[in-house]
Nanobody, 123 residues
């Protein structure tokens, strides 16, 4: 399984950005896809997850109502739409994948990782 994250960049506070994760090398209907992020000097943390089959989602409290995770079955791509961004959202965003149906929030449950894409929110 290969994951390729893209779409990061610089955005002003209050703005929006969408990051993407292209997936290949697996049958993703039986996978859970997730986004994690790591801010400078901090540990990596869970952001959102989606069950590929059925589309059930889970979010961290810090992004609930602002971020939306979705997937495009035809393109084997998972998106993270980020609205109302603030400087505390500045981080490298990683996509991750695991086989199964549980929407785990711990990174130890995810066996496949992309390379990360940097999102910088200026004040």
């Amino acid at each position: 399984v290969q994951l390729q994250a893209s779409g990061g960049g610089l955005v002003q506070a209050g703005g929006s950005l969408r990051v993407s994760c292209g997936a290949s090398g697996g049958t993703f209907s039986s996978y859970v896809m997730a986004w994690f992020r790591q801010a400078p000097g901090k540990e990596r943390e869970f952001v959102a997850a989606i069950r590929w089959s059925g589309g059930s989602t889970s979010y961290a409290d810090s992004v609930k109502g602002r971020f939306t995770i979705s997937r495009d079955n035809a393109k084997n791509t998972v998106y993270l739409q980020m609205n109302s961004l603030n400087p505390e959202d500045t981080a490298v965003y990683y996509c991750a994948a695991r086989m199964g149906s549980m929407l785990y929030k711990s990174e130890s449950n995810y066996g496949y990782w992309g390379q990360g894409t940097l999102v910088t929110v200026s004040s």
